[in-house]
Nanobody
Framework: QVQLVESGGVLVQAGGSLRLSCAAS????????MGWYRQASGKQRELVAT???????NYADSVKGRFTVSRDNAKNTAYLQMNSLKPEDTAVYYC?????????????????WGQGTQVTVSS
């Protein structure tokens, strides 16, 4: 249906910055919301930030003031700008998108995840 591909994950020093990208492809009719989640080793996946089609954003308390989520609706792409990175930000970051996709002559909802990209912050 809809494929998400994340990019941008690398090893960075504490205090550094990083920008993740998530590109959605497929017979997309519209994307209602895109979000970033992360999963650290041995922990559950948690919400990092979301942005809806109108640009309204939501952030986890742990990243407020440091991370900024944005999207380019024309490109079906979301971004996560991460500043002042901390070792505790180390995790696999996953992109999620919810919206509508064309299936033959019908429109159906979708809820897709990317494969994840590793972000490692060294102290």
């Amino acid at each position: 249906q809809v494929q998400l591909v994340e990019s941008g994950g690398v090893l960075v020093q504490a205090g550094g910055s990083l920008r993740l990208s998530c590109a959605a492809s497929g017979r997309i009719f519209g994307i209602l919301a895109m979000g970033w989640y992360r999963q650290a080793s041995g922990k559950q996946r948690e919400l990092v930030a979301t942005i809806d089609e109108g640009g309204t954003t939501n952030y986890a308390d742990s990243v407020k003031g440091r991370f900024t989520v944005s999207r380019d609706n024309a490109k079906n792409t979301a971004y996560l700008q991460m500043n002042s990175l901390k070792p505790e930000d180390t995790a696999v970051y996953y992109c999620n998108a919810k919206g509508l996709v064309l299936q033959n002559i019908a429109v159906e909802s979708f809820d897709s995840w990317g494969q994840g990209t590793q972000v490692t912050v060294s102290s």
